[in-house]
């Protein structure tokens, strides 16, 4: 038998080993809790955005999706779970905001 296929069938032994609960050099579980997602409202939607000052127009940019969309969303509920994900994460850290929006301002010179 080739180099190759005993270190394939080594791997292979190995991983039977480790999910059997058997220890293996160099084998380490990690196990995560995710935290649930939390379905958001259409009012829930609304307050935030206003909380931060985006307008629905910011929102959708920031979420990918149209201002309509988001308009849509604000009376009925989002229904996305990827977005509110995006919109549980804003609300748990509003620092993320600063990372997703750059805000520019405009210097406007008048006639002299």
């Known amino acids: 038998m080739s180099k190759l296929f005993e270190g394939l069938k080594e791997s ?4 039977g080993k480790f999910f059997r609960g058997e220890d293996v050099s160099g084998m380490t579980l990690h196990t995560v809790n995710i935290r649930p997602l939390e379905k ?4 829930d939607l609304k ?7 985006l307008s629905q127009g910011v929102l959708a940019e920031i979420v ?3 201002r309509k969309t988001v308009e849509s969303w ?8 990827p977005v509110a994900r995006i919109l549980q994460l804003i ?18 010179v008048g006639n002299m």
């Open 74 to 81: 604000e009376h009925g509920g989002v229904s996305s779970k």
């Open 47 to 53: 307050k935030l955005r206003e909380r931060f000052g």
């Open 91 to 108: 609300e748990a850290d509003p620092k993320i905001l600063g990372f997703l929006v750059e805000e520019k301002h405009k210097s406007v």
């Open 40 to 43: 958001k409202t259409g009012k």
């Open 64 to 66: 990918g999706v149209s």
């Open 12 to 15: 292979v032994m190995d991983a």
